[in-house]
């Protein structure tokens, strides 16, 4: 994926999913060489999302510190959870349109900025 070719800090993946699907989706998509061994999943955490456990365990396994991470979430409880980490928050819609809906929950949730494309997310990286 360019957009995870293009970000060149330590990254991480934060999901409500088991370890095993987590895992699984991944490998099936290609992408477990952007995240591993940094793989949060839900059974790492006391609380899933929208608590922001899931985050800060992230960004105590990358050596970071909250206020320092980005977080680019899809979901309105990722956003929340991300939030509430003290990070910085960018909504993705994605490329469907989908919920027309979603941008303005993403937002109110938390999320600093909305995205609907990876070209969008790569251009506004540092």
């Keep these: 994926d360019a ?3 293009s970000i060149t800090r330590p990254k991480a993946v934060a999901s409500n999913s088991r370890a ?3 895992e699984r989706k991944l490998r099936h998509t ?3 060489e952007h995240f591993a061994p940094h793989m949060i999943s839900l059974e790492d955490v006391e609380n899933g999302k929208p608590a922001p456990d899931m985050f800060l365990l992230a960004a105590q396994r990358l050596g970071a510190a909250a206020r320092e991470c980005l ?3 899809d979901s309105t409880t990722g956003v929340t959870a991300g939030a509430a980490a003290g990070m910085t928050v960018w909504g993705y819609v994605g490329e469907s349109g ?3 809906d979603l941008p303005d ?3 109110d949730a938390g999320a600093h900025e909305i995205f609907a494309h990876h070209d969008e997310i790569r251009a506004k990286l540092p």
């Design 30 to 32: 290609g992408l477990i």
């Design 3 to 5: 957009l995870l070719d």
């Design 20 to 22: 095993a699907s987590l």
């Design 71 to 73: 977080v680019i979430e």
């Design 98 to 100: 989908g919920d027309t």
């Design 105 to 107: 929950m993403l937002r």
